[in-house]
């Protein structure tokens, strides 16, 4: 196999000076010095906390053949195996756009407010079963991620799966055009970083520029099971999107999801597409997996892949850490059971994992429920925290935490609906989970179900992280 990239490559691709650098191949790709592997080009982005200038040195004593720094950074450093360029991060799309611009592979873009990287990783599980697939790994989907990804993408890759998000309007347009996707998938559209938009109207707006960046003759897969399809559909459209295939539980879905069973920590599906019925099963519970799955399928068979292959890699599907991924921890017999739903969480996301988490029956004790904080609600954060009253009680929780400031108003709805219910379960509040990890540590037993599940700014992948740790 050809090396990803040649040092003379990314000198072209960036226009970049090479100084102390000889022509030589390059493995990988990375901004992290602490991810060097031998022959790999370290890039030095410039973040919100920390400059990878800093860390230069580190990276070439670990192995990098070769460095992207900045004009200001050679210029009081000095130095050999740098590439010299103006401003490294636009280097970094440079490379994007280089490796996009000689692949031949069939590219996807996932976008949504709930999903992306489950359904990015569903997609990436039936691609691969045809053929090599390259693919964003954990959420490297921003302005920094998306460009990295593309860089890392190799030439002989059949299959790219990209994820792409945002918080702000105008995000997803210079990234989408960077990848320049076959198809564009819509997860769905919900109540997520309202404290940057005045509806959610607005996000759908903004999850819409993902179409602005579509191959010509390209593909718009969308969700319908939401109340903006009409607006994704108008976007769509006035982008000149030539096809649209949507799916869902709506019968008038063009990939429709009826039968739905659960099968223990299971899911089957019937899935019917243009009068073809295909038995889809999953190692993973929930209805949203489902709809994230069949969104893979209705990929799958618009690259062309066999739909027996596909559903057949599906089958091995479960979901990743921190997105429902469910683990028996101790004894057989005994387990403590842990739902981790801690990477993040908006009102979507939080409303399908706790009609999830009804479903689950603790293996012999009780059924224990923490939740933090949904951040970037912005002024109806506090009412769409309180909202979820109805849902936390149906999940059959016995005792319930509560982490972070705006938290506080689900604790409020939570005890003044206690004061009439003798059965209420217990609700506690904690203002960091910091201050809740060794209390609900010590109050946690074999046998016992606990979901963690919030934003990925309350931390509470740490307390999950400490769960696995004690049981």
């Not at 069949?294 to 990743?320: T, W």
């Amino acid at each position: 196999m050809r090396p990803l990239w040649t040092v003379a490559e990314v000198v072209k691709a960036t226009g970049g000076r090479p100084e102390g650098l000889s022509d030589g191949p390059l493995s990988a790709v990375s901004i992290d010095s602490r991810e060097i592997f031998p022959e790999a080009l370290f890039v030095a982005i410039k973040g919100d906390a920390l400059d990878g200038h800093d860390y230069v040195l580190k990276a070439l004593e670990a192995g990098a053949s070769a460095a992207i720094v900045s004009e200001a950074y050679h210029a009081g450093h000095g130095g050999d195996r740098l590439i010299v360029v103006p401003d490294t991060l636009e280097a970094l799309r440079q490379l994007g756009r280089a490796a996009r611009a000689r692949s031949r592979a069939f590219i996807v873009a996932v976008t949504g407010s709930a999903g992306k990287t489950t359904t990015k990783e569903a997609i990436r599980t039936a691609l691969s079963a045809a053929g090599e697939t390259h693919y964003s790994i954990k959420s490297f989907n921003n302005h920094w991620g998306v460009p990295l990804m593309l860089a890392r993408l190799p030439v002989e890759a059949q299959f790219g799966v990209f994820e792409i998000g945002m918080n702000h309007a105008g995000e997803i347009t210079p990234l989408v055009r960077l990848v320049r996707p076959h198809v564009a998938v819509i997860t769905t559209v919900a109540a997520a970083h309202l404290e940057f938009f005045n509806s959610v109207a607005e996000i759908a707006e903004a999850k819409a520029e993902i179409f602005l960046g579509l191959e010509p003759n390209g593909t718009a897969v969308l969700n319908c099971d939401h109340d903006y399809l009409h607006v994704l559909f108008a976007r769509a459209r006035a982008a000149g999107v030539g096809r649209i295939v949507t799916y869902g539980y709506d019968e008038s879905a063009d990939w429709w999801i009826r039968g739905v069973t659960q099968l223990g920590e299971q899911m089957a599906a019937d899935v019917r597409h243009s009068g073809a019925a295909h038995h889809l099963r999953l190692r993973v519970p929930g209805r949203h997996m489902v709809a994230n799955a069949v969104a893979a399928l209705a990929v799958a068979d618009l690259a062309g892949e066999d739909m027996a292959v596909a559903l057949g890699a599906l089958g091995q599907f479960g979901a990743p850490e921190g997105r429902g991924l469910t683990l028996r921890l101790g004894p057989d017999k005994k387990p403590l059971l842990l739902v981790d739903e801690s990477y993040n969480a908006n009102v979507a996301s939080m409303s399908a994992a706790l009609e999830l988490y009804a479903q689950v029956r603790p293996p012999a004790g009780r059924k224990v429920l923490v939740l933090g904080d949904m951040l970037e609600m912005g002024p109806q954060g506090p009412v769409l925290h309180a909202g979820l009253a109805d849902a936390v009680l149906k999940s059959g929780a016995d005792r319930i935490h509560l982490v972070g400031p705006v938290m506080r108003a689900l604790d409020a709805e939570l005890r003044r609906r206690a004061a009439s219910d003798r059965e209420a379960p217990e609700v506690g509040h904690s203002e960091t989970v910091e201050e809740l990890a060794e209390p609900l540590l010590a109050a946690l037993a074999y046998g016992d179900a606990v979901m963690v599940k919030g934003s990925k700014g309350v931390r509470l992948a740490g307390l999950v992280a400490k769960i696995r740790e004690r049981f």
